[in-house]
């Protein structure tokens, strides 16, 4: 948590209520939770917030000064929060960065982030070329369906694990993989390898439309998010499976939800999701 669909709710919310913005300070509170670029701090102050991207689950901020572009680099995977100056957090302590804007609707930026060691990167151009290349893999919702499917036909092992491989396949966390999985009929621990190219499209197909419907519901609120406004996404109320384990499957197959205790907990329905050749 949070994953793409939260990013992309964040990354959206900013734009709306900060593009254009001039930045006037930027508060490091701990040296360490910057990973690289700290010592190009001060060349942030009066530049421009001039576009807002989503990478993955992290958030790329471009600033433009004197015709020069630079970024911060906000990660959110797992635990971080990018939140407006009127939105109250638990555990303030962990407000590790504050960005003050002048010129639209909202006056700051804070970051939040219990897990702090080396979270936000200040990247120049070219350093923003390289965080890309080495972190992130196709995004699921850009990735052009050819594509998607000669990247499986290149991959070995289970179906889950790679849908969240980040640098295969960025943004997809442990929630939205089961959800995906469940509605394009696929058991979690399917070998990718035994997959037929039917089920490879059904699986882009599936993969899309629920990343794009939790985007339109703000993502969802599991485990503290919030958007930098403060509200919840409303995508939970539409889980299918996530942690369901014990309740009927909502396909009305009879059976109810298991869950598998991977790495990640993975939940799904033995009868729906077929471990087999012929689904
Ligand atoms: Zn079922």
Redesign the pocket.
């Known amino acids: 948590m949070p994953e793409l669909p939260e990013a992309e709710s964040v990354a959206r919310q900013i734009r709306a209520h900060l593009l254009g913005a001039q930045l006037n300070d930027c508060v490091v509170g701990r040296a360490d939770i910057v990973r690289e670029g700290l010592s190009t701090l001060p060349w942030y102050r009066g530049a421009m917030l001039e576009d807002v991207a989503r990478y993955g689950k992290s958030v790329a901020l471009g600033f433009r000064k004197e015709g020069e572009l630079r970024y911060i680099v906000a990660e959110l995977g797992m635990t971080g929060l990018l939140l407006f100056h009127a939105t109250q957090t638990r555990h303030p302590q962990h407000v590790h960065v504050r960005l003050s804007f002048t010129g639209r609707r909202e006056s700051e930026l804070r970051y939040w982030n219990p897990r702090r060691f080396g979270r936000m990167s200040l990247l120049d151009q070219a350093g923003l070329d390289a965080y890309r290349t080495r972190r992130f893999g196709v995004d699921p919702l850009t990735v052009p369906r050819e594509e998607f499917v000669r990247l499986l036909q290149s991959r070995r092992g289970r179906l889950k694990p790679l849908l969240m491989h980040q640098q295969v396949i960025a943004g997809i966390g442990n929630i939205y993989a089961n959800e995906i999985l469940f509605r394009a009929r696929l058991h979690p621990n399917r070998e990718v390898a035994r997959l037929r190219e039917t089920a490879m499209i059904r699986l882009y197909d599936t993969m899309q439309s629920v990343l794009c419907e939790a985007i339109a519901c703000g993502g969802s609120s599991v485990k503290d998010f919030f958007a930098p406004d403060g509200t919840e996404g409303q995508y939970k109320s539409r889980h299918l499976v996530y942690g369901k384990e014990g309740q009927l499957?909502?396909?009305?197959?009879?059976?109810v939800?298991r869950r598998l205790q991977s790495e990640r907990s993975s939940f799904f329905?033995?009868?729906?999701?077929t471990n087999r050749l012929s689904g």
């Open positions: 499957c909502p396909n009305r197959c009879g059976r939800i329905c033995p009868v729906c999701q």
